[in-house]
């Protein structure tokens, strides 16, 4: 399950993700529509995954990031965003790609180890509102490599190449699906096989 907070925050969410794609260089300052989000489960507690799709001008973006009670060592280009939240204090937003936490649960989540989290949605003082499920679906599609490679995100995206073999998570909403996450060849540093723990790229 993922705790889900109904409540003001400061910033808001599409601030942060207005000025976080503006700055990339696969994005723009045009405005931007939250379509949905998706959540994993870090069952160790110490960072909450979502992932966004966002509808700008003509396309669909995705922005998976991560949210920390504490800053993350090393990681200060990939910051997405600080943020005051009134349930739960001050928070650290990085990209997940750059989050070793997050990339362990994305490994776990194309190999099919784990599913996308339910909603639990609460107020802003802990009153438990329910929970439904995520207007994001995500399905694993492809066969399962040898050996084990890097998960990427991907941005900017396309409709899903359903004849593709190649491993990766499809993201599928009311108006359309893509993939969101795929499995890259493994990068060439020895002769040990690699097995899906914390690795990943950013695009």
Known sequence: MATVYLAETEPDRNSILSDWVASQYWGSDEDIEI?????????????????????????????????????????????????????????????????????????????????????????ADGQYLGSEESNITLIVRGEVPEPWGQVGAHHVLLPDQTESTTRRIVAMWDSGQSTIYELLAPQPTSDETTTPEETGSID
Request: net charge negative; hydrophobic share 45%.
């Open 35 to 123: 379509v949905g989000s998706y959540h994993f489960d870090d069952t160790e507690g110490s960072i909450m995954l979502e992932g966004f799709i966002l509808h700008q001008g003509e396309r669909f973006l995705h922005v998976p990031v991560t949210y920390r009670l504490k800053p993350l060592a090393g990681a200060d280009s990939y910051l997405v965003a600080e943020m005051e939240h009134p349930a739960v204090g001050h928070l650290w937003i990085y990209d997940a790609l750059a989050d070793p936490v997050a990339v362990h649960l994305l490994n776990l989540a194309i190999a099919g180890e784990i599913q996308q989290a339910v909603p639990y949605f609460y107020n």
